[in-house]
């Protein structure tokens, strides 16, 4: 599930972080892998089930896998 | 999740790019906040009860410093006097917090109160002193006391006892006896107030000094006498007349009068008894004569005339 709010993204119940830098964060959920895109990505806490990100978001892209 | 920064955080060195950490963190179920990839090292914070759990994760991970109250605390234990002064400090209030500095007794009877006092100083437990074992006293008091004492409890409020207790009651037995009841002197009979005995007189009816009010002796039907315990009391309307004098001293005649008056009252309360009362106060004479004032005053009281 995602939540955002104010250029902070909520992510729950993630499988798997696969790439991570400040302008491209990609997250494996169950069914679909969203790339976060922007400047400045931070990972504000990170939890084995939560990620919270912060930074000027540019587009979120959900890439679902065949 | 919220960042607990204020709390207390252990702010970490983790020598592994930063994909790594995460990943780590999914498979060990770790909490970081505020993570930041640096050129050698990914800083991040963690919360100090996952300090071993880093440790056991990261083999290369170095702890800079802990944030927040908790880690205000950790630099005040460091420092070994303080240890003793935080030791001696709770030391001190584990002692203080256990002492005694009053002791409050609840009863009815002052004798009581005055007496389980007494027995408390003789047991030893006087304030200030380290309190003890609440069913000792209890006991030591209840054996000590056992004649005074019907029921009594102990117990600690704040830094004082409280002592609540009630005392025996024992019925008096009054013996009763057969002397007759007579006037101590001459009045007209107001009322009787009597238990036992057989009445010779009515009320309204004139009476002597002498004479007998209630027997102990009554007749029966079958010509015998039988005798009686006698118990109470004659009430009579009695006379007496109150003279008092003073200087004139110039005050005003009616503060005189009343000076005079409560005078006369305080002579005649003086001859009264329990119960007794004036029944009427008539000015006789109020008068000067020679620089001096006399008041007469008659009384008509309401006495009891059997008591001597």
């Known amino acids: ?66 | 999740m919220k960042n607990k920064k204020e709390i207390g955080l252990d702010e970490w060195r983790l020598y592994d790019d930063l994909l790594h950490v995460l990943q780590m963190v999914k498979i060990h179920d770790l909490e970081l906040y505020d993570v930041s990839e640096h050129a050698t090292y990914t800083s991040c914070f963690a919360p100090v009860f996952q300090r071993h759990r880093v440790h056991s994760c990261f083999e290369k991970a170095q702890l800079v410093k802990t944030t927040g109250m908790l880690g205000y605390c950790f630099r005040c234990l460091a420092k070994p006097y303080r240890v003793v002064g935080l030791l001696c400090a709770v030391g001190v209030w584990y002692v203080l917090s256990h002492m005694v500095y009053g002791i409050e007794i609840k009863g009815s009877d002052p004798n009581c109160t005055k007496l389980i006092q007494d027995t408390l100083v003789q047991l030893g437990v006087t304030t200030p002193c380290y309190e003890t074992t609440l069913q000792n006293i209890k006991q030591d008091l209840k054996k000590t006391l056992e004649h005074s004492i019907a029921w009594l409890e102990i117990e600690k409020i704040g830094s004082r006892y409280l002592i609540s207790y009630t005392p025996k009651a024992f019925a008096s037995v009054e013996e009763l006896g057969h002397e007759e009841l007579i006037a101590q002197q001459d009045g007209v009979i107001e009322r009787f107030e009597v238990l036992h005995g057989n009445k010779l007189r009515k009320v309204n009816e004139f009476v002597h000094k002498g004479d007998v009010l209630v027997s102990n002796v009554i007749d029966t039907h079958d010509q015998t006498k039988t005798e009686l315990f006698v118990k109470g009391r004659v009430f009579a309307y009695t006379w007496k007349d109150v003279s008092v004098t003073m200087e004139d001293d110039g005050m005003p005649k009616s503060m005189q009068y009343f000076d005079m008056l409560l005078q006369a009252r305080s002579e005649i309360s003086e001859q009264m008894k329990k119960d007794d009362r004036i029944y009427h106060e008539n000015i006789l004479q109020f008068s000067k004569e020679l620089g001096k004032i006399k008041m007469v005053i008659h009384y008509t009281l309401i006495q009891d005339i059997t008591t001597p």
């Not at chain 1, 895109?37 to 990620?51: N, V």
């Open chain 1, 1 to 66: 599930m995602l939540s955002i709010h104010s250029n902070q993204i909520m992510m729950e119940h993630y499988q798997e972080v696969l790439a991570v830098s400040s302008v491209q964060i990609s997250v494996r959920f169950d069914a679909y892998i969203v790339l976060i895109s922007g400047k400045d990505l931070q990972i504000l806490a990170l939890a084995s089930s939560e990620i919270y990100l912060n930074g000027k978001l540019e587009s979120i892209e959900f890439v679902y896998e065949k």
